[in-house]
């Protein structure tokens, strides 16, 4: 875990905001599910330069996402042994996330955390198999009152995520 910190401090030394997401969020928000690495939102393109990584060990694996990609980028670094993959989000929506984020625990430290009506959004807009499951299993864990907070955000997201919600929530 102690990577996953090492990125976060890294990121926001340079003004990023960042949240965890994926499997690993999952985890802190009650919901066990093994993941191999660990994944951060960020919105800032600035981490998809290589110029921004100038100081990190070992220069991270950068792909930048087409005009047409649904995120901007993904950034891969190794950290204490560990994979971090920052996912570079592209969309208005994703926005809240980072202002709305909420410290967790995680190990033995904190860290920030996308809430999570917002994780099942993300979730959503990934639409893999795997991510259906974690929606199911969310829902399943909190109820009507997380569907209720989903059901106020899922407007503001592309057509195939809200018929997927609408799907899963019927």
Sequence with gaps: MKGIHQVIDY?????VPSALIGGLALAVHG???STQDADLLALSRRVLDET??????TMPEIRRGSFD???A???RCRAAGATVEVVVGKHRWMEPMLVERIPLPLA?????VVRLPHLVLLKLFAGGPQ?????E???????GELAAQVDALIENLPTEPRRLWAEIHR
């Excluded at 033995?108 to 920030?112: A, I, L």
């Excluded at 991510?131 to 929606?135: E, G, P, T």
């Design 73 to 75: 980028g993904l950034v």
């Design 31 to 33: 919901i066990d599910r």
């Design 108 to 112: 033995d430290e904190v860290v920030p």
């Design 69 to 71: 990609d649904p995120l």
């Design 11 to 15: 990121l926001e030394e340079r003004s």
């Design 131 to 135: 991510d259906r499951i974690d929606v």
């Design 137 to 143: 299993l969310l829902l399943g864990a909190h109820g």
């Design 52 to 57: 921004f990584w100038q100081q990190w060990p």
